[in-house]
């Protein structure tokens, strides 16, 4: 099987075309399969896909089981501005705000999860792009200097637990350091990680420094921690290293998480007119969440500054 690719930035992402996902067969998954892992982001325009067709499409790629993610049953989700509980599946993000770079559950001891799809069920007017960043290509352009540097730093990767009601604007939107949470006495989910780690389908090396879990480098104070991050931000963030993907009704993206990362700028509040953005996601690991999902514990249990 012959895809029809279409390269959507010169080191990553293709828009497929001429293949119906609905009826598409193990030959066309395994070519899709070998092409998220080399492309890294697969964009279909107008697949329509229903719920349990998108999660039969993300199982059929074989990088992962489909997640529940939420509490609600069936392995999708929905990552909505709208204020509305939807119809089926569970909601993985209600909020407006903005999600500063990320992979998703990067702060677990797995590292992220492997791959998510998002569908564009309601799109607003105006453009509130979904923008996704190379880790790979961002280790193939570290000076040889910085490579041999961060060769042996881990970093903390942490997120604040906010406790019930828990959104994503409670602690999507800054870093989350373990040195100042929201609120005094919060308990934080994190891990320990190479700068760099290598992917653990295709081997390849990631930059694994996110602004939003990454809390600081190990050992390091967190103004120290800073001066590092602002070095590999500017090669991570480059718009040459960065695709921003325009939603339109149908489009489903599927990247891979652990090749990239992403972020997203505050959003309308669904109730302004025309302002509605729905989104349904489904994501896979060979992990499952009850596994994945680490203890709360208190900030003074992670953050080890030697000095
Ligand atoms: O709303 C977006 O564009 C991205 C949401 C997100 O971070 C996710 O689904 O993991
Ligand atoms: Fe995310």
């Known amino acids: 099987m012959t895809l029809d690719l279409v390269p959507v930035t010169a080191t990553f992402g293709v828009e497929v075309s001429g293949l119906d996902l609905r009826s598409a067969n193990a030959a066309d998954f395994e070519a899709l399969r070998d092409a998220l892992l080399q492309h890294r982001l697969l964009l279909f325009r107008s697949p329509s896909l229903d719920s349990e067709e998108q999660v039969r499409v993300m199982e059929s790629l074989r990088v992962g089981e489909p997640l529940h993610e939420t509490a609600q049953a069936p392995a999708w989700g929905w990552v909505t501005n709208t204020g509305e509980l939807p119809d089926d599946g569970g909601i993985v993000d209600a909020?407006?705000?903005?999600l500063l770079w990320h992979a998703d559950y990067e702060f677990t001891e797995f590292g992220p999860i492997q791959a998510i799809s998002l569908y564009g069920h309601e799109v607003p007017e105006a453009s509130y792009p979904t923008m996704l960043s190379n880790n790979v290509e961002a280790v193939k352009r570290l000076p040889a200097d910085l490579r041999e540097k961060v060769r042996t730093l881990k970093v903390l990767k942490a997120k604040e637990h906010t406790g019930p009601g828990e959104g994503y604007d409670d602690f999507a939107n800054h870093r989350n350091r373990v040195s100042a949470p929201a609120q005094e006495g919060n308990l934080f989910h994190g891990s320990e990680h190479d700068i760099i780690e290598t992917?653990?389908?295709?081997?390849?090396?990631?930059?694994?420094?996110?602004?939003?879990?990454?809390?600081?480098?190990?050992?390091w104070t967190d103004e120290e921690s800073d001066v590092l991050f602002a070095e590999l931000d500017e090669i991570a963030y480059d718009p040459s290293n960065v695709y921003e993907h325009?939603?339109?009704?149908?489009?489903?993206?599927?990247?891979?998480?652990?090749?990239?990362?992403?972020?997203?700028?505050?959003?309308?509040?669904?109730?302004?007119?025309?302002?509605?953005?729905?989104?349904?996601?489904?994501?896979?690991?060979?992990?499952?969440?009850?596994?994945?999902?680490?203890?709360?514990?208190?900030?003074?249990?992670?953050?080890?500054?030697?000095?």
């Open 246 to 307: 325009d939603w339109r009704v149908g489009d489903l993206i599927v990247w891979d998480n652990i090749a990239l990362r992403h972020r997203r700028g505050t959003t309308p509040k669904g109730s302004t007119p025309g302002g509605r953005r729905v989104l349904r996601r489904v994501a896979v690991d060979s992990i499952d969440m009850l596994t994945r999902f680490p203890v709360a514990r208190p900030a003074e249990s992670l953050q080890v500054v030697d000095r």
């Open 199 to 219: 992917h653990p389908i295709t081997g390849e090396p990631w930059l694994t420094v996110s602004q939003m879990m990454t809390s600081h480098v190990v050992g």
């Open 95 to 98: 909020s407006p705000t903005e």
